[in-house]
């Protein structure tokens, strides 16, 4: 038996998506294919999804759920001190590229059809939110433009996670096997950061 | 007459180049199509490029060599004072942004092809050198991880200007037609930078 087959089928269905449209790109991928892909019958796909586009939209959603639960929880409540904080700070940084670098087939996805899960949106807001009690408790430099500069960590661990095998090429640089990169990239980065917005 | 026909072949090749590979990407684009595109014969891009792969290598260096010139410059001289430092580094961030907006087409390409020109190399080698001797010179942090922290100000470019109709869509903002913004995000995030690795 196919190690497939032990799967529901719509479960079979999602990751029969991410392994095809990571690979080939939405536009490159039948309903035939993954149906195949998926060892189930075209109208799986109709019953679950309604279309093509619905499975990539589920796709999508339920990657922002995985990623985002954890750091939506972290910023979710007021920072009741300064330490308090920076060290939310510091482990929505942490929680969000371990997120990203378990879910990269599905960033990668994401960024070619660029199309962001409603949890994202929401990170960005909560994010930029976040920062702004902490100005307003005296944490962060008056003259910080919040809004300016929440895409930060976002783009700091998309282009880590995303460019993993170039950057490696380029550089040795390995983020997605080297742990001890890892961590040396991450701590360094949140310290960027944190010295940068810190009053 | 075609406009194009008023340019040299090999420039003609070059644009077309640019044009068909930002939109399909390399694999989706055939020799016989650019040499139709630039209204020459098949035997030009041999001539000229030897094959489809010289021409891409070709296009990414001269794209290389306008992006990195001007902040290349920069970095070169060694930083006579602590306000020299900063200035300059506010100098490359701006150039580096505009350079990429003006040669996003190409910036697509290099990303969808993750191939880096030699300049962008030495780029990331004179920014890590330049940090490191203001370093030296007490201008940065002793703990600043330097090797660590270098891809900020490619990471935080890149994104806005491959990312900038995306970035459109969900929140409005548009950096390559809104001066104001430009200008407003450009000066965040030098300065989220600089009060990050300051002393």
Redesign the interface.
Same mark, same amino acid.
């Given at each position: 038996m196919n190690k497939h087959n032990s799967e529901p089928t719509k479960e079979r269905l999602l990751s029969s998506g991410v392994d095809l449209f990571s690979k080939k790109g939405y536009s490159g991928v039948s309903v035939r294919e993954i149906c195949k892909h998926a060892e189930t019958s075209m109208n799986m796909i109709h019953h679950y999804f309604g279309n093509k586009e619905g499975l990539l939209n589920s796709i999508i959603e339920s990657y922002g759920q995985n990623v985002f639960v954890f750091p939506l929880k972290l910023l979710a409540k007021e920072p009741i001190s300064r330490t308090d904080f920076f060290s939310r700070i510091e482990l929505v940084f942490e929680t969000t590229l371990d997120a990203y670098i378990e879910n990269s087939l599905v960033l990668m996805i994401t960024i070619r059809e &660029?199309k962001?899960p409603t949890s994202l949106?929401e990170y960005?807001e909560c994010f930029k939110n976040f920062i702004a009690i902490g100005k307003q408790k005296g944490f962060v430099?008056k003259?910080?433009?919040v809004e300016?500069?929440t895409?930060?960590i976002l783009?700091?661990i998309?282009? &880590?996670v995303h460019?993993a095998?170039?950057i490696k090429s380029?550089?040795g640089a390995d983020i997605l096997n080297d742990q001890e990169y890892l961590k040396?990239?991450s701590?360094?980065?949140v310290?960027?950061?944190?010295?940068?917005?810190?009053s």
């Amino acid at each position: 038996m196919n190690k497939h087959n032990s799967e529901p089928t719509k479960e079979r269905l999602l990751s029969s998506g991410v392994d095809l449209f990571s690979k080939k790109g939405y536009s490159g991928v039948s309903v035939r294919e993954i149906c195949k892909h998926a060892e189930t019958s075209m109208n799986m796909i109709h019953h679950y999804f309604g279309n093509k586009e619905g499975l990539l939209n589920s796709i999508i959603e339920s990657y922002g759920q995985n990623v985002f639960v954890f750091p939506l929880k972290l910023l979710a409540k007021e920072p009741i001190s300064r330490t308090d904080f920076f060290s939310r700070i510091e482990l929505v940084f942490e929680t969000t590229l371990d997120a990203y670098i378990e879910n990269s087939l599905v960033l990668m996805i994401t960024i070619r059809e &660029q199309k962001s899960p409603t949890s994202l949106i929401e990170y960005a807001e909560c994010f930029k939110n976040f920062i702004a009690i902490g100005k307003q408790k005296g944490f962060v430099r008056k003259e910080l433009d919040v809004e300016m500069i929440t895409g930060f960590i976002l783009d700091r661990i998309t282009n &880590q996670v995303h460019f993993a095998s170039w950057i490696k090429s380029d550089t040795g640089a390995d983020i997605l096997n080297d742990q001890e990169y890892l961590k040396r990239w991450s701590k360094s980065n949140v310290d960027l950061f944190i010295n940068g917005i810190a009053s």
